[in-house]
T-cell receptor, first 115, second 115 residues
Framework: AQKITQTQPGMFVQEKEAVTLDCTYDTSDPSYGLFWYKQPSSGEMIFLIYQGSYDQQNATEGRYSLNFQKARKSANLVISASQLGDSAMYFCAMSFSGGYNKLIFGAGTRLAVHP | DAGVTQSPTHLIKTRGQQVTLRCSPKSGHDTVSWYQQALGQGPQFIFQYYEEEERQRGNFPDRFSGHQFPNYSSELNVNALLLGDSALYLC??????????????FGAGTRLSVL
């Protein structure tokens, strides 16, 4: 069975600094996808970044990068130059072959950016 | 280009009642998935619709049912509401391509309160 673990219930960071949000996953499938979403207090889940299990390079999207360590089954999100608007819940999720892109989510990490 | 839209935004029902939630997918998307997010938790997959059929279902009772229309929009119906059904219900749409790479785009959700 597939599982996502986010061990940090809450994190805080100073504005303009970088922060890493942890995510580990468990699956026996060789083909899977890893996603990060941001959920502000409004409730909408906003897609941030995607990493495929066969991708050779770590994914990057603007200030977001994904530190993908396949052997350790980790997919940490790095946010550089944090902004006040980055304060939100962050969810790690995975899709897997045979799952028709059904997403399995972790419990989330609440990030607070301080001025 | 309109994103995923959900209606209503908020709903209050009493135990035993029935509720219908609606979702219009992002333009160009043909697959709709529904998720339930209880307070303080990550979203849980309810079911997915493709070509007007339920393609995959999560661990939810038969009280939860759905429908997809020819224009790809979808409804989620919940019968015999329980207090535990109180949650944020999220709709996500995607284009049916590689099942591990499809990015799901979410709506802002419907917050259901059962009294």
């Amino acid at each position: 069975a597939q599982k996502i673990t986010q061990t940090q219930p809450g994190m805080f960071v100073q504005e303009k600094e970088a922060v890493t949000l942890d995510c580990t996953y468990d699956t026996s499938d060789p083909s899977y996808g890893l996603f990060w979403y941001k959920q502000p207090s409004s409730g909408e889940m906003i897609f941030l970044i995607y990493q495929g299990s066969y991708d050779q390079q770590n994914a990057t999207e603007g200030r977001y990068s994904l530190n993908f360590q396949k052997a350790r089954k980790s997919a940490n999100l790095v946010i550089s130059a944090s902004q006040l608007g980055d304060s939100a819940m962050y969810f790690c999720a995975m899709s897997f072959s045979g799952g028709y892109n059904k997403l399995i989510f972790g419990a989330g990490t609440r990030l607070a950016v301080h001025p | 280009d309109a994103g995923v839209t959900q209606s209503p935004t908020h709903l209050i029902k009493t135990r035993g009642q029935q509720v219908t939630l609606r979702c219009s997918p992002k333009s160009g998307h043909d697959t709709v998935s529904w998720y339930q997010q209880a307070l303080g938790q990550g979203p849980q997959f309810i079911f997915q619709y493709y070509e007007e059929e339920e393609r995959q279902r999560g661990n939810f009772p038969d009280r939860f049912s759905g429908h997809q229309f020819p224009n790809y929009s979808s409804e989620l119906n919940v019968n015999a509401l329980l207090l535990g059904d109180s949650a944020l219900y999220l709709c996500a749409s995607s284009a049916d391509r590689d099942e591990t790479k499809n990015i799901q785009y979410f709506g802002a959700g419907t917050r259901l309160s059962v009294l």
